[in-house]
């Protein structure tokens, strides 16, 4: 549950490696904190008793927009680094998800560059590329469960030990 807010606190670090479940644990987050925003909105209108649709709908957007706005804002830049960080766990560069970015303003073709950008984000990690280690990699951490970190000629590259 704590790699969800992990990216706020590499706030605008786009170096490095984010695993996949740091990654749609913070798109997890965010999609639950613009659903309960919705949800928010409708539930004001529903206790203001609004029976017009003009005004139920000026209450569903007013203030809920102005809180998703608000959490937008403090949320972009994490989103982003950690999409960057994202590509390079899959081995892409930033500059990969910059183009596909730009690919998907287009009428048309946008689509297929979003398909592109959630395949990525689905590819599993690729162990130590030019961005770092592998962040699963359990050998980096301090504590190995009592175990002794292993030579790496029986280590193959690519291979998790548990």
Known sequence: MEKMFWPYARYFE???RSTRAEYWLFTLFTFCVVFACIMLGGGMALLAGLESEEAMLQALTSFPILLIMIFGFFSFIPALAVTVRRFH???FSGWVYVGL????LIPYVGWLANIGIFVIT???????????????DDWQRDDNYGYDRPEPAARPNGVRFR
Request: net charge negative; no cysteine.
């Open 89 to 91: 766990d899959a081995g």
């Open 101 to 104: 970015i730009l690919l998907s």
């Open 14 to 16: 786009f170096s490095g």
């Open 122 to 136: 689905l590819l599993p990690s690729v162990a130590g590329n030019q961005w770092g280690e592998d962040p699963h």
